[in-house]
């Protein structure tokens, strides 16, 4: 039993030794793990903070996006609204066109009154549809030369100034645009 008893005596001293050589590795680096401690807390609040900084930028930085799309979105949607009453007006112009040719020439007939207006449709959806500006003068000038051709017919042939019975020069700008 003497055995047993240093034995275990011998493994309580360990452990002792083991506890007091614990005991003053924590005493002698207690101040350097308190410093370690206080500044994992100090680099998680810093980091809190950063985290909280730059999600307000970014919260910012999307509130001034948002504001810019929605000016942008209602600039377009009153341009567009803007191109479709424009639109309208044109095509009531042209519908205008129309009537003034069944008017003055009141012995065509009504298919080549169509033809005249299908045409003039057609450079002005040329005109619309045109992505580059310069093309889109172009269209705009053919547009512009054809109505105002055929108000000068029919104001001649009105004013009894020309002596065909067909709107010629109207009709020779059509002949133009078909060999183009």
């Not at 809190?48 to 307000?56: G, H, N």
């Not at 970014?58 to 803007?82: D, V």
């Not at 992505?131 to 017919?153: G, N």
């Amino acid at each position: 039993m003497t055995v047993f008893k240093n034995w275990l005596s011998s493994l309580v001293d360990l452990w002792h030794t083991v506890k007091d050589k614990n005991l003053q590795w924590q005493g002698d680096n207690q101040e350097q793990q308190s410093q370690l401690r206080h500044a994992h807390v100090l680099a998680e609040k810093a980091l809190e903070a950063e985290l909280k900084k730059r999600s307000v930028q970014l919260e910012h930085e999307i509130a001034l996006l948002r504001t810019k799309n929605n000016a942008e979105l209602a600039m377009y949607k009153t341009k567009c609204t803007q191109d479709v009453k424009d639109y309208k007006q044109y095509l009531e112009a042209l519908d205008q066109l129309k009537r003034s040719i069944e008017t003055s020439y009141t012995h065509l007939p009504e298919a080549v009154a169509f033809t005249i207006h299908h045409h003039a449709k057609y450079l002005l959806n040329k005109m619309w549809e045109a992505d580059d500006f310069e093309e889109k003068m172009q269209h705009e000038m053919r547009l512009i030369k054809f109505m105002t051709t055929v108000h000068e017919d029919a104001r001649l042939y009105l004013e009894g100034a020309a002596s065909a019975k067909l709107p010629e020069n109207t009709l020779s700008l059509l002949q133009q645009a078909k060999g183009s």
